[in-house]
């Protein structure tokens, strides 16, 4: 909170079609806010847009986890972990107020695809692989210690199991953090502003900037830069096609489901690995903010297009499947489903078109041939790794002199404000303030409910009608701070109807 507060979204606009910039990041996900605040922060002028809002991609829809990668020593990526497990460490240091340290609790029943010894050796190497600096080491169970870690698993063949450390984060909220810092160290970042067009200095250049659509206001502003980044994720090939409509595909995604469902029903102390009653995919029971369970997730192939993904009625089928055989007392249905969403992968499309879940995580930054940065892949563990090599790339085609990349060792803002006896609750058994609206448009960008609602606090996952009742309560609020009228209000309320009917409604 110490920071003074960013300039307000007119003068943002007015700032990005005022001078040429060094670079131009477009897309405001965990990877561009990455990739903005290291630039900034070594020296170069950013300017950072963001077509919907700061993380409404796949960045407010993963498993919220910074993590080694368990599951990637099935498939011999050990290289990833150890680059995963260094990444956690440095969080776990850089961001304690986003970055927590979560046991995890691996129970094994008779006849599991992956067998006591099995999971000993995994977890040995998991160790090894963060170099024993991990929050905890692994500890090998009986049944009766499997028990006492969560006495709500079930007993009936349950040979014994495991406990091992990650962290849970909080990802909207670390993307966020990173475009804080970004603008904090001048780079100016607009949310609600779309790439609509790539602009070439002359017929066969080099892009130099691109045309940008402001969604609030409604006019169209000329960017210019020297290097333009594309970090669109899963919208990588859209932003490559302004360039040349015939390219191929860069990106394969995959889709992931959530759903919430009240943690009292579950039982889980901790975080809980399972692997899937339906197919033995590693899937997870992981404890949520405001009183939910988190299950997830899905791992299958899609067509969908990542504005429009949300979770199927199949999806939640499986998920309920796999948290009830490992939980049996919560006998979940579908009535108990609080809240379900879906976001995609952005895998390199590496050529592999198996099993979704085999495919490779890793990351790939090229130019493409009119000189724009594209990057693909990376999940949100190492967002920070894979955005000082993304850096390095642009200050090496830039041949610019700038200072060393810091982020290995700079904390990041980002942090709520502290509670305090006058606070009002928006919602009495949820932990959100009416100080968090007001932060969220003081200091955090927020311009929509949705902004608000969904990920400067977690409203919409925490609630089962997803705060529509209280929307007209915080709109009013936000409308206080932003200018708008009665009937902007209403606007507002039914936008973001809308919104959470796009995100979290389940498709048949
Ligand atoms: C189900 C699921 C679970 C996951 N769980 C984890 C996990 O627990 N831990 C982990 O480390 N990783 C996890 N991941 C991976 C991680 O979430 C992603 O790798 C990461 O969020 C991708 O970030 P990104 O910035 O590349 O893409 P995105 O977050 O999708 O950001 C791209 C942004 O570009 C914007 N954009 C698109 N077009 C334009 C345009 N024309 N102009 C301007 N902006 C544009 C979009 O609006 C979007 O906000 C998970 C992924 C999924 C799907």
Not at 33 to 45: E, I, K, N, T, Y
Not at 203 to 230: F, M, Q, T, W
Not at 245 to 260: M, Q
Not at 284 to 297: D, K
Request: proline share 5%.
């Amino acid at each position: 909170m110490s920071t003074p507060p960013p300039p307000r979204r007119a003068q943002r606009l007015a700032a990005l079609g005022e001078r040429p910039f060094d670079l131009l990041v477009i897309g405001g996900g965990i990877t561009g806010a990455g990739v903005a605040r290291d630039a900034a922060r070594r020296g170069l002028s950013v300017a950072l847009v963001e077509a919907d809002d700061f993380a409404a991609g796949t960045s407010s829809r993963s498993s919220r986890l910074i993590h080694g990668g368990v599951r990637y020593l099935e498939h011999g990526y050990l290289h990833l972990v150890f680059e995963a497990s260094r990444e956690r460490r440095r969080l776990l240091q850089l961001a304690p107020h986003l970055v927590r340290p979560l046991r995890f609790t691996w129970p094994v029943y008779h006849g599991a695809r992956v067998k006591r010894w099995q999971l000993a050796a995994a977890l040995t190497a998991y160790d090894t692989l963060a170099l024993f600096r991990n929050v905890g080491r692994h500890h090998r169970l009986d049944a009766t210690g499997v028990l006492e870690s969560e006495p709500m698993l079930s007993r009936t063949q349950l040979l014994g199991g495991a406990t091992y450390w990650d962290a849970g984060t909080d990802d909207s909220r670390l993307t966020l953090a990173n475009v804080i810092d970004a603008a904090a160290h001048g780079a100016v970042v607009l949310n609600h502003a779309r790439v609509q067009a790539l602009t070439f200095g002359s017929a066969n250049g080099p892009a130099d900037g691109a045309e940008v659509h402001d969604a609030l206001g409604g006019s169209a502003i000329r960017v210019k830069a020297r290097l333009v980044v594309n970090c669109t994720g899963p919208w990588t090939d859209e932003i490559t096609r302004l360039e040349d409509p015939n390219v191929g595909p860069a990106v394969r995604g995959t889709k992931g489901a959530h759903i919430a469902v009240p943690a009292a029903r579950v039982g889980n102390v901790g975080a809980v690995t399972m692997l899937s009653p339906d197919d033995g995919r590693v899937c997870f029971t992981l404890p949520g903010s405001g009183g939910m369970t988190i299950i997830g997730t899905t791992d299958t192939a899609t067509t969908e297009h990542p504005h429009e993904v949300r979770a199927s009625q199949a999806d939640v089928r499986y998920l309920l499947s796999a948290c009830n055989r490992f939980f049996p007392d919560a006998a979940l249905t579908q009535q108990d489903v609080v809240s379900a969403w879906a976001g995609i992968r952005p895998l390199v499309a590496s050529g592999n078109t198996g099993d979704p879940s085999s495919a490779s995580r890793e990351h790939r930054i090229e130019f493409s041939p009119r000189g724009v940065l594209t990057a693909t892949g990376g999940k949100l563990t190492t967002y920070r790794a894979m955005s000082e090599q993304i850096v390095d790339s642009a200050v090496q085609r830039l041949a610019s002199k700038v200072r060393a990349c810091d982020t290995t060792t700079a904390p990041l803002p980002g942090a709520r404000r502290p509670a305090s006896g006058s606070d009002v609750l928006l919602v009495g058994n949820l932990s959100w303030r009416e100080t968090d609206v007001d932060d969220a448009v003081d200091r955090e960008f927020a311009e929509s409910l949705a902004d608000v609602m969904i990920r400067r606090t977690f409203i919409a996952f925490e609630l089962k009608d997803q705060g529509r009742a209280i929307a007209p309560r915080i709109a009013a609020r936000m409308g206080q701070k932003l200018g708008w009228t009665s009937a902007g209000i209403q606007r507002a309320v039914e936008d973001f109807g809308r919104a959470v009917s796009r995100i979290f409604s389940v498709n048949p």
